[in-house]
């Protein structure tokens, strides 16, 4: 398995975001669910976007997953960055 941090930079829409926000969170809760993400949330300054932590089967997995988010699916998510992440210490390193 893999971690991976991405970071999501998204469109200035908030008509779309508000529109798909519920769909959203329900897709990365079922993902928290089963494990495949271990934490997600927006940045509370400067540009809208958001931190998500994953840990899936390698980089065709990961990006499956983030195709099938809600917010790309309406184009919300205007940047991407994907990096491989060595998870050491805290809660989420005791199921690593």
């Known amino acids: ?3 991976f941090a991405v970071e999501y930079t998204y469109r200035d829409l908030p008509d ?3 529109l798909a ?3 959203h969170r329900a897709y990365l809760g ?3 669910e089963d494990g495949r993400l271990l934490g997600s949330g927006p940045y509370t ?3 809208p976007g958001a931190l998500l932590v994953f840990r899936v089967d390698g980089q065709a ?3 499956a997953l983030l195709a ?3 917010f790309a699916v309406v184009d919300l ?3 991407t960055r994907v990096r491989t992440w060595d998870l050491v210490l805290g809660q989420w390193a005791n199921g690593a």
């Open 1 to 3: 398995m893999s971690i």
């Open 77 to 79: 998510i205007a940047e």
């Open 16 to 18: 779309v975001r508000a």
């Open 30 to 32: 079922r993902l928290a």
């Open 61 to 63: 997995a990961l990006d």
């Open 68 to 70: 099938a988010d809600p």
């Open 21 to 23: 926000l519920a769909l």
């Open 45 to 47: 300054d400067g540009s």
